[in-house]
Nanobody, 126 residues
């Protein structure tokens, strides 16, 4: 069974940090681009960050550039999202996703990902 499992969400105050983890199984995820998306209530799911199958390059939504860092440990089939200087507008459910096709750059469109985690809630209070 192919699956992704996120962890690390929680309730924090503004300017705090969190690190999300996403552990994969059932597929050789090291061959695939990976990404983080988020969805706030009443809003569409949006791209947050993506990382190529080999670990670089990386891509970010302009709203998180300079504050968030995506990384991966292919030996552990795990992707991370380090989130610093969190803002209330970062509040959302965060999802990790694996790309449909191997060995390509990560896309910003959710349609290009076929395996999704269950999501982890991140809430930032002001």
């Amino acid at each position: 069974q192919v699956q992704l499992v996120e962890s690390g969400g929680g309730l924090v105050q503004a300017e705090a940090s969190l690190r999300l983890s996403c552990a994969g199984s059932g597929r050789t995820f090291s061959n695939y681009p990976m990404a983080w998306f988020r969805q706030a209530p009443g809003k569409e799911r949006e791209f947050v960050a993506g990382i190529s199958w080999g670990g670089g390059p990386t891509f970010y939504n302009n709203s998180v550039q300079g504050r968030f860092t995506v990384s991966r440990d292919n030996a552990k089939s795990t992707v991370y999202l380090q989130m610093n200087s969190l803002k209330p507008e970062d509040t959302a459910v965060y999802y990790c996703a694996a790309g449909r096709h191997p060995r390509i750059l990560p896309s910003r469109s959710p349609r290009d990902y076929d395996v999704w985690g269950q999501g982890t809630q991140v809430t930032v209070s002001s």
